[in-house]
T-cell receptor, first 116, second 117 residues
Framework: AQTVTQSQPEMSVQEAETVTLSCTYD???????LFWYKQPPSRQMILVIR??????QNATENRFSVNFQKAAKSFSLKISDSQLGDTAMYFC?????????????FGKGITLSVRP | DGGITQSPKYLFRKEGQNVTLSCEQN?????MYWYRQDPGQGLRLIYY???????QKGDIAEGYSVSREKKESFPLTVTSAQKNPTAFYLC????????????????FGAGSRLTVL
């Protein structure tokens, strides 16, 4: 079974600074996808960034980037120039693509607070 | 606009009652999912369906049932057998294919909050 671990339940960062959220996963598969989702206080889940395991290049989306270490099974999210609107719960997620039976497994999440 | 609609947003249930949460999508996605969210637990998969008239149990299916009679709809019934149903329920959908084309990226509804009185 695949597991996703987010060991930090809460983090806080000053506005305009950089913060890194950690995520590790466990799998015996070699082809899979990794995601970070954001859940603001409205509770609407929003995709932040995604990474395919076969790609060595780390994904980036504007102020968001990942540090994907396949051998270490680590997938951390870096948020640069933090903004108040980044305050949310962040979930790391993992999917093995098997065609008909793909499903997403989530970590327990980390609550990020951005201080003004 | 395309999206996923969950209803009702808030639902109260008496013990022993079955309730059904609605999930409708107009994204033409093949796959649909139901997740349960509890404080400190993250999202846990209840059921998922990749095609019409077919669905699979997730990690916590006991006490729940689903149907997938139409591509657009994936209702979840919380039965009286679910011992602790108070939670936030999220429905999601995704298209098939390769990730680079946007496939397997889940789009979520706004959620339904179920409270047992």
């Amino acid at each position: 079974a695949q597991t996703v671990t987010q060991s930090q339940p809460e983090m806080s960062v000053q506005e305009a600074e950089t913060v890194t959220l950690s995520c590790t996963y466990d799998t015996s598969e070699s082809n899979y996808y990794l995601f970070w989702y954001k859940q603001p206080p409205s509770r609407q889940m929003i995709l932040v960034i995604r990474q395919e395991a076969y790609k060595q290049q780390n994904a980036t989306e504007n102020r968001f980037s990942v540090n994907f270490q396949k051998a270490a099974k680590s997938f951390s999210l870096k948020i640069s120039d933090s903004q108040l609107g980044d305050t949310a719960m962040y979930f790391c997620a993992f999917m093995i693509y098997t065609g008909a039976n793909s499903k997403l497994t989530f970590g327990k999440g980390i609550t990020l607070s951005v201080r003004p | 606009d395309g999206g996923i609609t969950q209803s009702p947003k808030y639902l109260f249930r008496k013990e022993g009652q079955n309730v059904t949460l609605s999930c409708e999508q107009n994204l033409n996605h093949d796959a649909m999912y139901w997740y349960r969210q509890d404080p400190g637990q993250g999202l846990r998969l209840i059921y998922y369906s990749q095609i019409v008239n077919d669905f699979q149990k997730g990690d916590i299916a006991e006490g729940y049932s689903v149907s997938r009679e139409k591509k657009e709809s994936f209702p979840l019934t919380v039965t009286s057998a679910q011992k602790n149903p108070t939670a936030f329920y999220l429905c999601a959908s995704s298209p098939p294919g390769h990730l680079s084309s946007g496939a397997n990226v889940l789009t979520f509804g706004a959620g339904s909050r179920l409270t047992v009185l």
